[in-house]
């Protein structure tokens, strides 16, 4: 009405003191905050916490979540994993790993025995029919000459009993 001025509400600023004067109040940037009223400017979040979508308080992202730039909470993509909100990107889950989930998983675990994964892997693979694996492999491996695996996801090979054989790997 022109007859005082007004404050700034919780979440907004204005720093202009000289001419042309301020018509109304900006609200904090993406990573900032401010707790009172009439402010002139804002204060940063802390690292890694993420701005209130008001601009009055600033809170962490969360597991399976990094915090881009102070701005916003991305969930982590398939294959990477943040056991607690990370800055900046997710962590890859590596290769004889899984994280068992597709987006913001938490958890990056060995692959059992008899299967095997690459970097990136929601799930862990079955070895074939004539190959193993131990726990946390990345690749299964052919049974030896003398033994057999005559089963999908097999962590172990058979010993050829007397009478028989296997000349061939796997």
Do not use: M, W
């Not at 004067?21 to 900006?26: E, I, K, L, V």
């Not at 726990?135 to 009993?161: H, K, M, N, V």
Request: proline fraction near 4%; include cysteine.
């Amino acid at each position: 009405d022109g007859t005082n001025c007004v404050d700034c509400d919780i979440g907004y600023y204005s720093n202009v003191d000289t001419p042309p004067f301020a018509t109304s109040c900006n609200l904090c940037a993406p990573g900032q905050y401010n707790t009172a009223i009439g402010q002139s400017s804002c204060t940063d979040c802390a690292i890694g916490k993420l701005s209130s979508p008001d601009r009055t308080y600033c809170a962490d992202c969360e597991a399976g979540q990094y915090n881009y730039n102070n701005t916003e909470c991305v969930d982590c993509e398939s294959g990477k994993y943040a056991p607690q909100a990370l800055t900046g990107s997710c962590l890859d889950c590596l290769n004889g790993s899984h994280t068992n989930n597709a987006t913001k998983a938490t958890t990056c675990t060995a692959c059992n025995a008899g299967k095997y994964s690459v970097q990136l892997s929601v799930e862990c693979s079955n070895c074939i029919e004539g190959k193993y694996s131990s726990g946390g492999a990345s690749q299964c491996d052919l049974c030896p000459a003398g033994f057999y695996a005559p089963t999908t996801a097999a962590s172990t090979c058979i010993a050829c009993s007397a009478g028989n054989y296997t000349a061939l790997t796997g």
